[in-house]
């Protein structure tokens, strides 16, 4: 489906961050190990969170409710079917966690595929943990889905991530609820930290100490309810629309403001965004709560940034962003260590950079990242998705604060994680 995003007027108004993509998984996944019944609310009904329920029934979980309203009814974390087959569509986040839980069920064999685009998505970086710990993963070409995972007795490891992911440290930390021993995760630098956060709430003791993450074995985990917040990442499109089109003034209701998903946020104000709202103080004690706040953004003039390594993993879906504020900002933008954007739905680093430049930005990709140099805006044009719903949502963007307008092609692609982008996006519009 392509879509038409014209020049418009200022934004304003409200729009409601829809359900957090990364704690939906975590939710549907966590409940299906609990003992006893969860509710979940403000579950997010986007195409990727549907395959991660679809997935955790297909394991022996009852699954209730419609909307965005669950009672998920797990099976126990000792006891889930030891046979299925797992299509996981187009959910990288799904392939990644939920491998550490079958991994550590001895007996079991489970076999993970999905779309063309997972198909592309190496799981090495998981493989390698848990075969240390003592899983057997077969995997197309060594390294690729559809891969299968056989369960087994696993030992408890200390793992240093070469590459701050936190998709690969809640592999590993689900993996040592099952393992005899302690296992450690220790991290280059701080990731998000849903999975920990949700443990916690779930009775499991969770060690962190510095860049060290740690769990020992669990007979089984409990939890009652999980409340998802408001997306940041998701949001984070109409900060950005608000921060490009002049005259907006947009307020973002009930955005979770964890500290480990807000660093786009920081990397806009360095570049001179001003916000009101409260967000969690980086390095926050580790708490089952999730934090959330109405973020109020305004339109305002932009200057080039650094973004360093260190950064990225706590800004990494919105990075595409950052791009695109760079388009506008006076002077140069560097993002530099990100090449996790190369294995995201699309090469986030390639398809931003013929993105952007199609539409009249000077930009240009290297081996971890981009550079961009600010030309006070774009001319506008044809943008391609590749299937990729960030991509699709920086094109709708993009159109609205170009010369011309942008023509996203493929714009069902944000329906994986946002359905009411389009519409969200347009009540905010003055004609």
């Not at 304003?12 to 998984?25: E, M, Q």
């Not at 708490?287 to 973020?295: I, K, M, R, Y």
């Amino acid at each position: 489906m392509n879509q038409t995003f014209s020049p418009s007027g200022p934004l304003r108004g409200s729009a409601v961050a829809p359900p957090d993509k990364s704690i939906s998984h975590r939710a549907a996944l966590l409940s299906a190990m609990s003992r006893r019944p969860v509710h979940v609310s403000n579950y997010l009904r986007g195409e990727d969170t549907l395959s991660t329920l679809a997935a955790v029934q297909a394991l022996g979980a009852r699954v209730r409710g419609d909307g965005d309203d669950y009672i998920i009814e797990g099976t126990g974390l000792r006891d889930c079917a030891r046979a299925a087959e797992i299509d996981v569509g187009n959910a990288g986040t799904l392939m990644r966690l939920l491998p550490g839980w079958l991994a550590g069920l001895p007996g079991g064999r489970w076999t993970l595929d999905g779309d063309d685009s997972i198909r592309r998505r190496p799981v090495k970086r998981i493989a390698e943990p848990l075969r240390g710990m003592g899983a057997r993963i077969d995997a197309r070409d060594g390294r690729l889905p559809p891969f299968t995972v056989q369960g087994a007795q696993l030992r408890g490891i200390e793992y240093e991530l070469p590459v701050a992911s936190a998709q690969v440290k809640s592999c590993v930390l689900l993996a040592g609820l099952l393992a005899e021993g302690t296992t450690t995760v220790i991290e280059p630098v701080p990731s998000r930290d849903h999975t920990e956060r949700m443990l916690v709430g779930a009775g499991i003791e969770v060690q962190r100490s510095g860049s060290r993450i740690s769990v020992a074995t669990a007979e089984d985990i409990f939890l009652e309810s999980i409340a998802v917040p408001g997306d940041p990442s998701s949001a984070a499109f109409h900060v950005a629309a608000a921060l490009l089109v002049p005259g907006s003034s947009v307020t973002v209701a009930n955005m979770g403001t964890n500290w480990t998903r807000t660093g786009f946020l920081r990397i806009a104000e360095r570049m001179g965004a001003c916000f009101e709202g409260e967000l969690e103080e980086p390095g926050a004690r580790l708490t089952p709560n999730e934090p959330v706040c109405d973020l109020r953004v305004d339109f305002g003039e932009l200057r080039g940034t650094v973004v360093e390594p260190g950064e990225v993993p706590l800004a990494i879906d919105e990075l595409p962003l950052v791009a695109l504020l760079g388009c506008f900002a006076e002077g140069e933008t560097l993002v530099r260590g990100a090449q996790e954007l190369r294995v995201k739905e699309s090469d986030r680093i390639a398809t931003v950079v013929e993105g952007l430049t199609a539409l009249g930005g000077d930009i240009e990709a290297t081996e971890d990242g981009f550079v961009v140099r600010g030309t006070g805006g774009l001319r506008g044009g044809r943008l391609v998705a590749h299937g990729d719903h960030r991509l699709a949502m920086l094109g709708a963007v993009a159109g609205l604060a170009s010369r011309e307008g942008v023509e996203v092609v493929g714009m069902e692609a944000a329906a994986v994680s946002y359905p009411r982008f389009s519409a969200d996006l347009a009540q905010m519009l003055v004609n």
